[in-house]
T-cell receptor, first 118, second 114 residues
Framework: AQTVTQSQPEMSVQEAETVTLSCTYD???????LFWYKQPPSRQMILVIR??????QNATENRFSVNFQKAAKSFSLKISDSQLGDAAMYFC???????????????FGKGTKLSVIP | DAGITQSPRHKVTETGTPVTLRCHQT?????MYWYRQDPGHGLRLIHY???????DKGEVSDGYSVSRSKTEDFLLTLESATSSQTSVYFC?????????????FGEGSWLTVV
């Protein structure tokens, strides 16, 4: 079974600065998807960014980018020019691409609470 | 926003009573999921469905049952609610397949068992 570990329960960043959230995972599969979800106080789960394991290029979405190190099984999220609205819980998640029943479900880490200091 | 509606959004119930949470989607996606979120545990999969009348257990399925009689609806039932089932419940959907691997979440249902 896959596991996802987020080793930083809480982090803080000054507004306009850059912060990196860590995520490692364990899998025996060679192809999979990785995700970062943001959960603000409203508790809505919002997709931030996704990465396909077969792609070497790191995914980027505006101020959000990832550092995907497949051999190290590491998937960190970098937030540039941090804004007050970035304050939230951030969850790293893994998804298999195996076909058939039982596939496509997400395995989550326990989350990192990010605070943004004005 | 993904067309996912959860009901009820908030519920307080007594120990031992049955409770049903409903998830309704307008996206015609094949896969539907129920997760629960608890402090220190992130989100954990309860049950999921890969088609009408096709369901399977997730990581924390004990005490829960599900049904899917239509593509758009996925029901989660707590047969006899316990205090350990106090949680936030999230429904999620995905299209599946190589072009639909993103999972989208509903807004959550807060359940308190007293």
């Amino acid at each position: 079974a896959q596991t996802v570990t987020q080793s930083q329960p809480e982090m803080s960043v000054q507004e306009a600065e850059t912060v990196t959230l860590s995520c490692t995972y364990d899998t025996s599969e060679s192809d999979y998807y990785l995700f970062w979800y943001k959960q603000p106080p409203s508790r809505q789960m919002i997709l931030v960014i996704r990465q396909e394991a077969y792609k070497q290029q790191n995914a980027t979405e505006n101020r959000f980018s990832v550092n995907f190190q497949k051999a190290a099984k590491s998937f960190s999220l970098k937030i540039s020019d941090s804004q007050l609205g970035d304050a939230a819980m951030y969850f790293c998640a893994y998804r298999s691409v195996r076909s058939g029943a039982g596939s496509y479900q997400l395995t989550f880490g326990k989350g990192t609470k990010l605070s943004v200091i004005p | 926003d993904a067309g996912i509606t959860q009901s009820p959004r908030h519920k307080v119930t007594e120990t031992g009573t049955p409770v049903t949470l409903r998830c309704h989607q307008t996206e015609n996606h094949r896969y539907m999921y129920w997760y629960r979120q608890d402090p220190g545990h992130g989100l954990r999969l309860i049950h999921y469905s890969y088609g009408v009348k096709d369901t399977d257990k997730g990581e924390v399925s004990d005490g829960y049952s599900v049904s899917r009689s239509k593509t758009e609806d996925f029901l989660l039932t707590l047969e006899s609610a316990t205090s350990s089932q106090t949680s936030v419940y999230f429904c999620a959907i995905s299209e599946g397949g190589t072009s639909g691997n993103t999972i989208y979440f509903g807004e959550g249902s807060w359940l308190t068992v007293v």
